[in-house]
């Protein structure tokens, strides 16, 4: 089993039941960081349940990092998603880090009746093909015939696998884009040398539906930490106005 964590049990007056928010952790990381316990404590006061769980090889999840796939990470959604339905709770507001920021947008788009928002940091929308494109012929081949490629940054010295490059035709930027039809709020730094901002800005062109919002840190890492309870308390905003019925409508 995927471990998991829950909070905010206690609805306050006027919460809604059926509505949960559920963090989604980035790339060599897990449920328990900073962001997420921010996360949590504006869910908390709120009186919205909270949920965290760790993808397959991340955290106490078991797997390995090599059979880390797309299609995979979707599935752990799902079956968090079924959990968290059978709870009673089959709204869900999405909070995504990097590549659970990837993650959480395709959930979105292909869940448009049980997502109600998403909340993207520093969303790695090129998960796949940016890491492709970077590649020489060489090294894609090499990659191809080891099944192995390492990824090295200051947080993570790890090795993926093939089959994530065999995906890249069905997890395209500019697809998700296309097909997008959730409310978004979007926050990334302009520091960030691990998931460039530029991905953010082509994916803010690219979509043409309408209630999409970005917010650019000048001074912003990968990791917006320094920023995790104005994130927190902005998400928790945004998800209440989502919820909140609209003036005038017959319910």
Not at 67 to 80: E, H, K, M, N
Not at 130 to 152: F, H, I, N, S, Y
Not at 157 to 186: C, M, N, S, V
Request: with cysteine.
């Amino acid at each position: 089993g995927r471990a998991r964590t829950f909070g905010g049990r206690a609805h306050a007056a006027g919460a809604p039941a059926d509505f949960a928010v559920l963090w989604v952790h980035g790339f060599g990381s897990h449920r328990g960081g900073e962001k997420a316990a921010a996360m949590r404590a504006e869910c908390e006061h709120r009186g919205w349940a909270f949920a965290a769980f760790d993808f397959r090889a991340h955290g106490a999840s078991p797997g390995r990092v090599l059979d880390l796939t797309a299609s995979g990470l979707q599935a752990d959604l799902d079956v968090i998603a079924a959990f968290l339905a059978g709870e009673g709770h089959p709204r869900l507001g999405l909070v995504g880090s990097s590549m659970g920021g990837f993650a959480a947008s395709w959930y979105a788009t292909a869940h448009p009746d049980t997502v109600v928002g998403c909340v993207l940091l520093a969303p790695a929308f090129g998960f796949i093909p940016r890491r492709w494109d970077r590649l020489t012929t060489a090294e894609r081949e090499d990659w191809k015939q080891t099944g192995r490629l390492r990824v090295k940054n200051q947080w993570i010295d790890t090795e993926i696998g093939y089959a994530l490059a065999e995906e890249r035709d069905r997890f395209r930027p500019e697809d998700l884009a296309a097909a997008w039809k959730t409310p978004a709020l979007i926050f990334h730094g302009a520091a960030d040398d691990t998931v460039p901002y530029a991905g953010t800005l082509d994916f803010f062109r690219d979509v043409a539906f309408p209630a999409v919002e970005v917010r650019l840190y000048k001074d912003g890492d990968h990791r917006l930490t320094a920023y995790k309870d104005e994130i927190a308390a902005e998400a928790g905003r945004f998800f209440a106005r989502l919820l909140s019925p609209v003036p005038g409508a017959s319910s």
